[in-house]
């Protein structure tokens, strides 16, 4: 195998574009961000001195294993749930509470399953006071863009998951966010659809003066998807690196084997599932090789299968 | 857990199975009865006269004990006195159901008896509509409780531990107060349907409204809706089709606390029918008027499932009913 390039390493034209998304306005800036709180064990520190800001239009990746709080961290952007210590700024003003200019999209089904996809895309702008007839000129404009509008009178039950993940983001997109959350949207999709959603997601973020923050667990959805990576640490979370990710835009299924994707990828498995070096066994790591010592053979001995 | 249907009717659409079972399983009690009713073999413990012989204190179509009509018998042979003769009878309890389906047309055809009386139809609508008030009435503070017992927390906690002390009081225990505080008509016998209900009511909604997905609430809020909206928009329709499912439950539930309803205070309705019968012996319109309150509760029940699928067309959990 050829040696791989350093994922610090940026082509001519990734460094540029970077150098241009810095020179963008900040968006979303969340500055010494802490989040504890009390269990059965005592006090829990979930999230420890979060710092990052994201530039308009950006595509930033938030990736750690789990139990890092990367969900409680943007259940706090979202306002749905409350910090400790710290500040989120959107637009340089602080957050309090969820709100229509942050857009958020669930794992799970979070459609109202009593409302028609065209309906549930309504909600929005109903509740904000537009008219019926234009809070439905919205709705239709917007199940255009994520390629629905045949379905616009069908229940959320009747579609399959990656369409009602597309309803999701058109009933978060409908209300103009500042900034889209996506939490782990295409967690429950299977390895396919997924695929197909992440270029569909790309294909909307480049048409929108959209910015998206998108929680993943899936390593290679995050350097497909994302300019930055933010990579994140457990017990307690915190930011472990911020990863410029150097493969060139328009991204494309192919890049996936390119030495800067590989290179990345090295980079985030490093972090993420670190090589158990030292002895200090994370107790994830040390639960995972006791169950390996104490696999009982169930089989004949002479019974081998590999 | 269920298994599949027996070879017998397994080739059958499951359609035509599900309802082939559903009449077997009102036959299977009614094959029961007729057989108990009509094999004198089975069980029949007592003997209808048809000659009273020498007996004095017999009458024709008297039920006489097995053992005292065998001892009579023996007694007239000895003292050379003629025989009475019998057949085997049920106790008069059990009417035969013949007797019952008779009784289900001739109790509308009979004119009321006494001076204030009433047709077998007007002691069914009031006991209808006592039903109805005690529901409504139970209802209109029993649902807005235990959904907004189920939203907040606060509430939920507030409200709970005396209403789970509450339900555990019988309602019927509240029978005299009721009618020292509401009067002998109508009032205490909606009063101990409400009792009856209410309590359960605010319990069943208020669960029912904590296993709403609370994703669908933080959607909600994520897309601007805040306070009352939240309960109006998303929980209410949210929970509807459960709430729906648990009101037909709760009605069915009010339904039992009729009878004892209507004994509180001046006696009316149904029970009215019912007791009047059965002081008279007149069991065959006992068995009638209970058989009548089962088909007005569960066609009442079966239209509002149907009304239910109607109304609810997103709701998958009807679908696998």
Redo the contacts between chains.
């Keep these: 195998m050829d040696a791989l390039p350093s994922y610090l390493d940026q082509s001519e034209a990734v460094r540029a574009r970077f150098a241009r998304i810095r020179q963008r306005e900040v968006i979303l800036e969340v500055r010494g961000l802490h989040k504890r709180y009390q269990s059965a064990q005592g006090e829990t520190e979930a999230l420890r001195d979060i710092n990052f800001k994201v530039r308009r239009r950006e595509f930033v990746c938030v990736i750690g294993p789990s139990g890092c709080g990367k969900s409680t961290l943007i259940r706090i952007l979202?306002?749905?749930e409350s910090h400790s210590a710290g500040d989120v700024l959107l637009d340089d003003k602080p957050v309090s509470?969820?709100?229509?200019d942050?857009?958020?999209v669930?794992q799970?089904?979070?459609?109202?399953?009593?409302?028609t996809v065209k309906k549930n895309v309504m909600?929005?702008p109903e509740?904000?006071g537009f008219s019926h007839d234009s809070a439905e000129r919205e709705a239709r404009l917007w199940l255009d863009v994520v390629g629905l509008s045949k379905f616009a009178d069908a229940?959320?039950?009747e579609l399959s998951g990656g369409m009602r993940q597309r309803v999701?983001i058109a009933?978060?997109l409908v209300?103009q966010p500042r900034i889209l959350?996506m939490d782990e949207p295409f967690g429950a999709l299977d390895a396919q659809t997924r695929a197909k959603m992440q270029t569909h997601l790309l294909e909307i973020w480049r048409n929108l003066d959209i910015t998206i923050l998108f929680i993943t667990h899936d390593l290679d959805e995050a350097i497909y998807l994302a300019d930055r990576v933010l990579v994140l640490k457990a017990h307690p979370g915190e930011v472990q690196e911020v990863i410029e990710v150097p493969v060139p835009r328009p991204r494309l299924p192919g890049q996936f084997s390119s030495p800067e994707f590989r290179a990345t990828k090295d980079r985030l498995e490093a972090l993420i599932h670190p090589a158990e070096e030292d002895g200090d066994l994370s107790p994830a790591l040390a639960e995972d090789s006791a169950l390996q010592q104490h696999m009982i053979r169930f089989t004949d001995v002479a019974d081998n299968v590999e | 857990m269920s298994l599949g249907f027996p070879a017998a009717i397994a080739h059958l659409p499951e359609s035509r199975q599900r309802a082939l079972l559903a009449v077997g399983s009102f036959l299977l009690p009614i094959l029961v009865w007729c057989m108990i009713s009509y094999l004198p073999f089975l069980w029949h413990p007592k003997v209808m006269v048809e000659e009273p012989g020498g007996v004095g204190y017999f009458q024709a179509g008297m039920l006489i004990d097995h053992a005292d009509f065998a001892e009579q018998a023996r007694q007239m042979r000895e003292q050379g006195l003629a025989l009475p003769s019998g057949i085997p009878a049920n106790p008069i309890y059990l009417p035969a159901p013949h007797l019952v389906a008779k009784a289900f047309y001739t109790g509308f055809t009979t004119p009321p008896q006494g001076r204030d009386g009433v047709w077998l139809h007007e002691s069914l609508w009031h006991s209808i509509q006592i039903i109805f008030w005690g529901f409504v009435i139970s209802s209109l503070f029993g649902v807005p409780l235990g959904i907004l017992g189920g939203t907040y927390t606060v509430l939920g906690r507030l409200q709970e531990p005396f209403i789970e002390f509450f339900r555990y009081l019988p309602a019927p225990a509240f029978g005299a107060l009721a009618v020292a505080v509401l009067g002998i008509y109508d009032g205490p016998k909606i009063a101990i349907i409400v009792i009856g209900t209410f309590f359960q009511q605010v319990l069943v909604i208020a669960n029912t409204t904590r296993k709403l997905e609370i994703t669908l609430i933080e959607a909600a809020r994520t897309l601007g809706t805040r306070g009352a909206r939240l309960i109006t928009k998303v929980v209410l329709p949210g929970i509807l089709p459960d709430l729906y499912r648990d009101q037909r439950i709760l009605l069915g539930w009010a339904w039992t606390y009729l009878i004892v309803a209507e004994l509180i205070g001046t006696s009316s309705g149904i029970t009215w029918y019912i007791t009047q019968q059965a002081r008279y012996q007149h069991f065959e319109n006992v068995y009638a008027a209970i058989i009548i309150i089962g088909i007005i509760g569960f066609g009442s029940d079966l239209l509002l499932a149907r009304l239910g699928r109607r109304l609810f067309p997103w709701d998958r959990t009807q679908e696998r009913k």
Excluded: C, V
Aim: proline fraction near 10%; glycine fraction near 20%.
């Design positions: 979202a306002g749905l509470g969820p709100g229509r942050r857009g958020m669930f799970g089904y979070s459609l109202f399953p009593w409302l909600f929005g509740i904000s229940y959320p039950h999701a009933r978060a209300n959350l």
